[in-house]
């Protein structure tokens, strides 16, 4: 789970309504048709980008597992890492599937979504977890 709620604003809402329906929405520049990560900055040409589904697929280009210390004191290790898409973007995220041993670099992944908390304007988060296929 997300270690804090996550929420929307003006510039995020598009991109958690895919995520609640399980899509994982790129950018797709209408001028030259590249695909952009979401957080291409829009706001000065909404008109020349439209969210566009991602496979959803990618492999791991770079990662670390932080340490965090949770409310109780304790510690939690967490796997994060850079994913490039198959369309190309990248992605920074959480990786989820990997042992403590374990390299995930050019590892093959795939998004996943949860809930980031328990209230009603929570959002549902990607992440991507080791692909098993």
């Known amino acids: 789970m997300a270690m804090i709620p996550v929420r929307r604003d003006a510039a995020t809402a598009a991109f958690f309504d895919g995520t609640a ?3 994982f929405l790129l950018l797709r520049d209408t001028t030259t048709g590249e695909l952009c990560d979401p957080h291409t900055e829009i706001a000065f040409d909404r008109e020349r980008f439209v969210p566009e589904p991602a496979s959803g697929r990618g492999h791991v280009v770079s990662w ?3 340490h965090n210390r949770l409310p109780d004191g304790s510690t939690m290790r967490t796997i994060v890492g850079i ?3 198959e369309e190309g973007p990248w992605w920074w ?4 599937g990997f042992g403590a041993d374990d390299n995930p670099l050019g590892e093959a992944v795939v998004v996943a979504f949860e809930k980031s908390g328990e209230g009603d304007s929570d959002e549902v988060v990607p992440f991507f977890v080791k692909d098993a296929g």
């Open 21 to 23: 329906r399980g899509q």
């Open 83 to 85: 994913v490039e898409l």
């Open 93 to 96: 995220t959480e990786l989820r």
């Open 64 to 66: 670390a597992a932080p």
